[in-house]
């Protein structure tokens, strides 16, 4: 059985081998309106409509409980109570968890379970996603009469997990030539790409979806110039990118993200360079050469298979890649769960129709 104690709530992207876990209350049956999310709220007003005290989450007798947790993280400690009743004393209290497969979690080797109601959920998995109901039964005795009269509570929890989304960026830059016909302009991109790629090989990134063209620009009291627009993604899973996946499998996006932040500053900090250059290295300057502050970055999220994004129906985790829920889907690497056309999938997480 597991002791009472941790901490059940701290920010998405806080994860120290501790649960990451947001908490919402469902907002068809909330009459005061908006949903609560720990990642945007303090926690004393989350404490004010009354799911977390002491640390713990407590259910919500007229409505459902959603609770956001990062996968492989622990979930918080979700009690069988509301808070009203905990303020209560409680006769003969005997607690009944059931899963989402609808079996009893006593037992089950990734459900700690206290002898006060409180589960806590072990390396949480996209398909550990679902409703979590418990029932408390407990005595009312009567004063007078003595009577025993026996009551039920039943509660609802709805756990998504989620991951953190996988960052990668746009990048556009331009560069001076000499005219749009050059069979040099070619020859200067694949160069350009080369050097990119070779500049963040090391990182486990790669320069993806690259592309130019050549546009005549007429610029107020100059003549026409001829101007290469470049584009380009800098993406974290070159070849080789899931072995960092194998050192560290608990945080794997935030050491992807990490790597392709460190690739997109080694990349403005070379086109920096060029800048310095032309100014302080060249007498005369290249044919095509880098126009200063042309360099621009875009930010660009994707979610792993088997997860996406919705603002709508998870609000309270927006930024968050959650789990695909049950008829929708995601084969790829895009932010979106599709719907499925064959409604006999029914499991969380699915990567196909």
């Not at 009690?79 to 005997?94: A, G, N, Q, T």
């Not at 109901?133 to 998504?160: G, N, P």
């Not at 309270?316 to 959650?322: D, E, S």
Request: aromatic share 10%.
């Amino acid at each position: 059985m597991a002791g009472d104690g941790g901490r059940p709530c701290s920010p998405p992207r806080g994860l120290l081998g501790m649960a990451v876990v947001v908490v919402v209350v469902a907002a068809a049956a909330a009459g005061w309106g908006a949903l609560v999310g720990a990642s945007a709220v303090p926690e004393e007003e989350l404490r004010s409509v009354g799911l977390i005290q002491n640390n713990y989450i407590y259910a919500d007798i007229k409505r459902e409980v959603n609770v956001y947790v990062k996968v492989f993280a622990n979930s918080p400690l979700l009690v069988c109570m509301d808070l009203s009743l905990s303020r209560e004393e409680i006769i003969d209290p005997k607690y009944l968890w059931i899963g989402p497969d609808g079996k009893n979690l006593e037992g089950q080797i990734y459900a700690n379970l206290t002898e006060t109601g409180k589960l806590m959920l072990m390396g949480f998995k996209e398909s550990m996603s679902g409703a979590y109901t418990c029932t408390l039964s407990h005595r009312i005795i009567e004063t007078m009469t003595q009577e025993e009269v026996d009551v039920f509570e039943t509660y609802k929890f709805m756990l998504y997990a989620y991951r953190e989304a996988d960052h990668a960026y746009q990048i556009s830059v331009r560069f001076t030539t000499k005219g749009c016909e050059l069979a040099a302009n070619a020859q200067f991109f694949e160069e350009l790409k080369k050097i990119l790629d070779n500049l963040i090989s090391d990182l486990t990134c790669h320069i993806i979806e690259s592309s130019y063209k050549c546009h005549s620009i007429k610029i107020p009291n100059q003549g026409l110039l001829h101007e290469l627009f470049v584009t380009f993604q800098v993406n974290p899973f070159a070849p080789g990118w899931e072995d960092v996946c194998q050192q560290v499998p608990y945080d794997c996006e935030d050491a992807t993200n990490m790597k392709v932040q460190e690739a997109r500053n080694r990349i403005g900090e070379f086109f920096s360079r060029q800048t310095y250059a032309l100014k302080h290295e060249f007498r005369t300057a290249p044919t095509i050469h880098y126009v200063d502050n042309s360099f621009s970055v875009t930010h660009v999220d994707s979610c792993r298979p088997g997860f996406g994004k919705n603002d709508i129906t998870h609000q309270n985790c927006a930024g968050c890649c959650v789990v695909c829920e049950p008829g929708t889907y995601s084969p790829n690497n895009e932010v979106i769960c599709h719907t499925c056309t064959r409604p006999h999938i029914k499991k969380y997480g699915a990567k196909f129709c």
